[in-house]
């Protein structure tokens, strides 16, 4: 689906250690963002794909369902157990969780992203820590009718606090805008 409706697929992927379970924390700019996820979980991770989705979101996409997603209802009592079943998914070396840990989407253009504490939460709930991996989407026109999907990855090896977290996505974010800005095609 996704070649279908980039004009190109330009990926910069860390690498990334198969044996231990994937937590993917990407930014959130689109309804394409789950879809690329599962595209990296699939192609380059070998991974069983799970992404996090807010509840009336999925609600609205239950066919999402099929394809790994689980829904949180943030401020509810049910997100205990959002958080309990995504620490289960990332004790199995095999699966990948897909979080957007603003908690929603976000213009492209954002620069300073904050994190809700359901990632410090579900990491704390995980018997051993699994890869934290960072992933940047950004998409660019160009000359072209239809965008360049452009896939950046990063391995992330600091404290799992939210705010450690925070503070690292923003500066890979941030050095992925840059990067974008001397690379134009």
């Not at 969780?97 to 989407?105: D, E, R, T, Y």
């Not at 579900?122 to 965008?147: G, H, M, Q, T």
């Not at 941030?174 to 134009?184: A, G, H, K, T, V």
Request: hydrophobic share 40%.
């Amino acid at each position: 689906m996704l070649k279908r409706h980039f004009s190109g697929i330009v990926t910069e992927l860390d690498d990334c250690p198969t044996d231990k379970p994937v937590l993917l924390i990407a930014n959130h700019f689109s309804w394409w963002d789950g879809f690329i996820g599962n595209y990296l979980s699939y192609k380059y991770l070998k991974k069983k794909f799970h992404v996090m989705m807010l509840r009336e979101q999925l609600e609205k996409r239950m066919f999402l369902n099929k394809a790994g997603a689980f829904s949180v209802e943030k401020s509810s009592r049910s997100a205990v157990e959002s958080i309990l079943y995504s620490a289960e998914i990332l004790s199995q070396k095999e699966n990948l969780l897909l979080m957007f840990p603003q908690g929603k989407i976000e213009s492209l253009y954002h620069k300073d992203f904050r994190f809700a504490k359901g990632v410090e939460k579900i990491l704390a709930k995980c018997d051993s820590p699994p890869e934290v991996l960072f992933n940047i989407n950004l998409v660019d026109y160009f000359s072209r009718v239809s965008p360049t999907l452009f896939i950046r990855t990063l391995s992330y090896q600091g404290d799992l606090l939210a705010k450690p977290l925070e503070e690292a996505f923003n500066r890979f974010h941030s050095d992925c805008i840059s990067l974008q800005n001397e690379n134009l095609i």
